[in-house]
Structures are given as structure tokens and as C-alpha cells.
């Protein structure tokens, strides 16, 4: 099966700009989540869909960051305006509802605000 | 909150010789993964743990679980080079039944394995 896709691979941009990154997971897959993982860090989780709905956005920065996963498929992640502690690789991942509900990972998004 | 931490958090060994890396947690939990990276590399799954006394193998890595101790290893048997990676392990809180998996990881631990 296909796995978690995510686009751009890379951005660049300035301090101050809008970006926006892209996630279509494991086909099947209800619940949805995006993690930051910044240089020389484990995944931190910053927001949990399940379907269209979020269950977890608690360490979401919600004055500069904000996602939505319309139609419970697919799900993107917006960063506006960025600062320079943004830099960081953007993880997607997917898991389907079974008893361990192993995530799935993305290849990620390296974002670099210069 | 929930804090998880591994160590060592850098470990450079030789081929051959064996290691342990220690996943310590601060909270309950009977869920825990083993994830390893590549350098530029997303995580790739490697174990899941879920209960108490798991233990898993695959080639040269086994993983346990000791939630009592709130402790899980990964031991590596007779290191060689392809192994050199991050390794994390990720203690899971959610209520999966209903929400899914709720993921806490540690630092990684960076292992270089030498000819």
C-alpha cells in the first residue's frame, strides 16, 4: 500500500512569511496527526485529527499556526507568519483504528526561516 | 506531564560488540514503540510494545518492556554498520479505543556503529 505522502519535501522562506505544507495519509487511515521535530529532537506532537475532527491541538502554537483535514482525508498545515524557531522537519503521520494503532510516518517537510 | 527519557543519548561502538539503550518514562503506560531514523530520514517503525514483559526481536534487536519500572530496552546483538541510526522509543497515553494513539518520544539516542 501506498504510504503517508507529503509535499513540499523542502521550503525556504523569510521570517515573517506564510507557508503552508500538505499531508494525504495511508488511504483507510481515520486519525491524523502532525509533529515538529526540530534538529537534534524527538517528534513533538502539535495537532491530532480523527476523520475532519481534532482530538488533540493542545501544543499547537495557535496565534501563528493552524491546520484543518477537510472531508477527514487529507490535511494541511499552515504556519503564518513564521519565526525563526520554526525551522524544523514537519512530520505527517496516519494510523488506522486496531488495537495498537501504529503510526505511520511521512518523509516530512524540512522547513528552514531565514 | 508525561516526560520520557533515553540514554545514552549518543553511543558510538563497534561491530561485533553488544549495547543496551534505556527508555525511562514518568508515567503509566502499557504502550510503548521503538522508531529508528536515518539521517534526513523520516521514522520507521520498528517495535510495538503493549503490555507488560513484551518483548520483541527482529535480526540483531530486541525490545522489552517492563511497565512496572517504567523502563524498555532495546539491546543490540553483534552491532554492524547498516545499524548506525537515531533510535527513539515513544511511550503512547492516548485512549486508542476512541481517539487514537497519543505519542510522547524521547531524545533519541544517535548510534554509530565502526568497522
Known amino acids: 500500500e501506498a504510504g503517508v505522502a507529503q509535499s513540499p519535501r523542502y521550503k525556504i522562506i523569510e521570517k515573517r512569511q506564510s507557508v503552508a505544507f500538505w499531508c494525504n495519509p495511508i488511504s483507510g487511515h481515520a486519525t491524523l496527526y502532525w509533529y515538529q521535530q526540530i534538529l537534534g529532537q524527538g517528534p513533538k506532537l502539535l495537532i491530532q485529527f480523527q476523520n475532519n475532527g481534532v482530538v488533540d491541538d493542545s501544543q499547537l502554537p495557535k496565534d501563528r499556526f493552524s491546520a484543518e483535514r477537510l472531508k477527514g482525508v487529507d490535511s494541511t498545515l499552515k504556519i503564518q507568519p513564521a519565526k525563526l524557531e520554526d525551522s524544523a522537519v514537519y512530520l505527517c503521520a496516519s494510523s488506522f483504528f486496531q488495537i495498537y494503532n501504529e503510526q505511520f510516518f511521512g518523509p516530512g517537510t524540512r522547513l528552514t526561516v531565514l | 506531564e508525561l516526560k520520557v527519557e533515553q540514554n545514552p543519548l549518543f553511543l558510538s561502538m563497534q561491530e561485533g560488540k553488544n549495547y543496551t539503550i534505556y527508555c525511562n518514562y514518568s508515567?503509566?503506560?502499557?504502550?510503548l514503540y521503538w522508531y529508528r531514523q536515518d539521517p534526513g530520514k523520516s521514522l520507521e517503525s520498528l517495535f510495538v510494545?503493549?503490555?507488560?514483559?513484551a518483548v520483541k526481536q527482529e535480526g540483531r534487536l530486541m525490545a522489552s518492556l517492563d511497565t512496572k519500572a517504567r523502563l524498555s530496552t532495546l539491546h543490540i546483538t553483534a552491532a554492524v554498520h547498516d545499524l548506525s541510526a537515531t533510535y527513539f522509543c515513544a511511550v503512547d497515553m492516548g485512549f486508542f479505543r476512541t481517539s487514537g494513539s497519543r505519542l510522547t518520544f524521547g531524545e533519541g539516542t544517535q548510534l554509530t556503529v565502526n568497522p
Open positions: 510494545l503493549l503490555s507488560n514483559g
Open positions: 508515567t503509566t503506560s502499557d504502550r
